[in-house]
Antibody, heavy 116, light 106 residues
Framework: QVQLVESGGGVVQPGGSLTLSCAAS????????MHWVRQAPGKGLEWVAF????????FYADSVKGRFIISRDNTQNILYLQMNRLRGDDTAVYYC?????????WGQGTLVPVSS | VLTQSPGTLSLSPGERATLFCRAS???????LAWYQQIPGQAPRVLIY???GRAAGVPDRFSGSGSGTDFTLTISRLEPEDFAMYYC?????????FGGGTKVEIK
């Protein structure tokens, strides 16, 4: 079955950087577009970034554009989110998600608290 | 921008729930999805393409609408249906979510 396992979360200081990873299994990773979605504590879902199967097209929410970079390694079946210049309002659980007629699979999420 | 209403819906088990999602611009291809999220869990997809029911979703869940106005209907609420519900458009970037509707037990 589809498995998406995020890692790399943890406390980071404002202005710092962090890279999240998502290990995918149970499906042909290279043929599916992928998303990152986040959820601040007690808040709603916020779409963050999207990447097409071949990595050729990437889209970002305005709130992260210019600071975050989504990428993927189709040989290792891993999705990445490089986060730079982190701010307090980036504090959230970050979910890796698979796109197939909308988002049909989600990881368990990894928490990124941005705090000094 | 997607606006969901109402913010909170207070109903009893067995009642019908109607949730709304309005887009500020026409949703390309009616690529509108609905998700359910239970506290402490990741979301799960219920509806895609405005009206397509995802695999394993009970038929008491149905989606309708087109253009800018969409509806999720739960015909008869079961205890496990009390949760948060979000809509998302995935026709054009940004693939934004609505603010959510909480369905709570009255």
């Amino acid at each position: 079955q589809v498995q998406l396992v995020e890692s790399g979360g943890g406390v980071v200081q404002p202005g710092g950087s962090l890279t999240l990873s998502c290990a995918a299994s149970g499906f042909t990773f290279s043929t599916y577009a992928m998303h990152w979605v986040r959820q601040a504590p007690g808040k709603g879902l916020e779409w963050v970034a999207f990447i097409r199967p071949d990595g050729g097209n990437k889209f970002y929410a305005d709130s992260v554009k210019g600071r975050f970079i989504i990428s993927r390694d189709n040989t290792q079946n891993i999705l990445y989110l490089q986060m730079n210049r982190l701010r307090g309002d980036d504090t959230a659980v970050y979910y890796c998600a698979k796109h197939n007629f909308a988002i049909d699979s989600w990881g368990q999420g990894t928490l990124v608290p941005v705090s000094s | 921008v997607l606006t969901q209403s109402p913010g909170t819906l207070s109903l009893s088990p067995g009642e019908r729930a109607t949730l709304f999602c309005r887009a500020s611009q026409r949703v390309t291809g009616n690529y509108l999805a609905w998700y359910q999220q239970i506290p402490g869990q990741a979301p799960r997809v219920l509806i895609y393409g405005a009206s397509g029911r995802a695999a394993g979703v009970p038929d008491r869940f149905s989606g309708s609408g087109s253009g800018t106005d969409f509806t999720l209907t739960i015909s008869r609420l079961e205890p496990e249906d009390f949760a948060m519900y979000y809509c998302q458009q995935y026709g054009d970037s940004p693939f934004a979510f609505g603010g959510g509707t909480k369905v709570e037990i009255k």
